[in-house]
């Protein structure tokens, strides 16, 4: 289609992949193995194909609205085509056969009903326990015009928060931007959130050693918002955030400050003792 070139002796692609898209003869190919289908089957496929390439049939049923012995059978005429087959070792568990039929079926869905399973699937992983807290933010943050820009962030946030925490620092910074952009594109106002989400930011950057200005600009931000609304634990989490952007030792007004309006605002928590240690 064109869509890919030779440029230099490399093949490449001014296009992101997901804007490609498939080429009609391969459209075509799956469409009439898929068109062989009950509605039905193709309806269960349609709602696994937004979760992803592996899938869950419990996740499934409950974002396709389902019945348990209906969505058993559905899966079980889609097993006999081969265009799914079984993870093995995990009860339950389902893969498509190949990414193309995902694709296809992915591609046939318009914007609205996208939203609208993407929201359902994400409420269905939020109910389980071990479900990861990003998957359920991608899902609720892609499905965010069928739902509430709140909900969808704070999943975000909560997400980004987890994937710090464990040395995930990439994760953690594009989740805690995506939770930004969907307060911003619905305009809603939630001051601790977007606090979180930039202190997440900065805090990332920083350990990344990627870019520390805009570091600085995102915990500044989240300090901002913390001294404003009085929050003594994300005060001091900016504050400290701010005096890793620099070496050891140096000494800087701005971070003088921050730690001193931490400490002033009382509480702290389990931060005190290092705010302390780094007024002095």
């Known amino acids: 289609t064109g869509a890919i070139v030779q440029r230099d002796g490399m093949w490449t692609t001014d296009l992101a992949p997901g804007e490609i898209g498939l080429p009609e003869g391969v459209r075509d190919v799956v469409g009439r193995r898929l068109s ?28 396709g609205r389902f019945e348990r012995d209906a969505a058993l059978d559905l899966i079980d005429a889609a097993l006999a085509t081969g265009l799914v087959i079984e993870v093995p070792h995990q009860t339950g568990s ?77 994760k953690a910074r594009s989740v805690a931007a ?38 600085r600009v995102a915990v500044l931000a989240a300090a901002d918002i913390a001294q404003t609304h009085r929050w003594p634990e994300l005060a001091g989490r900016a504050a400290l955030a701010y005096g890793r952007l620099f070496v050891p030792g140096a000494i800087d007004p701005v971070n003088a400050r921050l730690v001193r309006a931490a400490l002033d605002l009382g509480g702290s928590g389990d931060l005190r003792l290092p705010l302390l240690a780094a007024e002095a």
């Open 178 to 215: 995506r939770a930004l952009e969907v307060l911003h594109d619905a305009d809603e106002q939630r001051p601790d959130l977007e606090c979180r989400a930039q202190l997440v930011i900065g805090e990332t950057l920083a350990v990344m050693q990627l870019d520390y200005p805009a570091a």
């Open 36 to 63: 062989r289908l009950s509605d039905d089957v193709n309806g269960l496929l349609t709602v696994a194909a937004v979760v992803g390439r592996e899938f869950d049939l419990a996740t499934v049923t409950t974002a």
């Open 94 to 170: 389902y893969a498509f056969s190949h990414a193309l039929v995902r694709q296809t079926l992915e591609e046939e869905i318009s914007g609205p009903k996208r939203a609208r399973l993407h929201w359902r699937v994400g409420e269905a992983l939020a109910a389980q326990r071990e479900a990861p807290r990003t998957a359920v933010a991608f899902h609720l943050c892609e499905g965010v015009l069928a739902g509430d820009a709140g909900t969808a962030a704070e999943a975000a946030v909560d997400a980004a928060d987890e994937a710090s925490m464990i040395g995930a620092a990439e």
